[in-house]
């Protein structure tokens, strides 16, 4: 005889320790199990389980919408500046300076280095918006200019902790 045979012929390995450990009744007084009850404790597990997925997958799902938002936001950045990159300009735009944008009366666009208040409040055409030339090429609207830049302080408190490290 085997000994798979011997212990389903009641001859093989028996638990040995404390009745509480084993993994099947010991004593014909332990309860019976109920396959009702066991059928309940999976239904309960699924039912757990499925709602700690559904909890991530929202999540995902919000980050996912929020990077949508993201890429718009870039794209929609991207094509302004474009745009603006399009607009005439009888003069070399070097980074970092401030540039006024105007629209003609025929909706072509234009930068003059002059601002509305250059003007004395009557420029010749419909001011549009000032930005500055950034080094990266991009634009900046020169109202945003006055936002602190938050990804700006949090660099440079990074490279302080850096330097203090060394």
């Known amino acids: ?33 109920d396959l009702v009850d066991v059928a309940k404790q999976i239904q309960e597990a699924d039912k757990l389980l ?15 919408r929020s990077l949508q938002e993201e890429a718009k936001g870039v794209l929609e950045e991207a094509q302004r500046d474009q745009d603006l ?30 601002s509305p208040a250059d003007w004395n409040g009557e420029p010749p055409d419909t001011y549009v918006d000032s930005y500055r030339l950034e080094a990266d090429m991009s634009w900046t609207p020169v109202a945003d200019l006055e936002r602190p830049d938050d990804n700006a302080e949090l660099i440079q408190r990074l490279l302080e902790a850096h330097r203090d490290d060394d």
């Open 85 to 114: 990159h399009r607009a005439r300009c009888n003069f070399e735009r070097r980074p970092g300076k401030i540039y006024h944008l105007y629209r003609k009366a025929d909706d072509s666009l234009y930068f003059s280095m002059l």
């Open 1 to 33: 005889m085997t000994d798979d045979t011997k212990r389903y012929q009641g001859g093989g390995e028996r638990h040995g320790g404390p009745a509480r450990t084993s993994p099947y009744p010991v004593s014909r007084l332990a309860g019976p199990i």
């Open 50 to 64: 499925s709602t700690r997925a559904n909890s991530k997958l929202r999540v995902i799902a919000d980050q996912i």
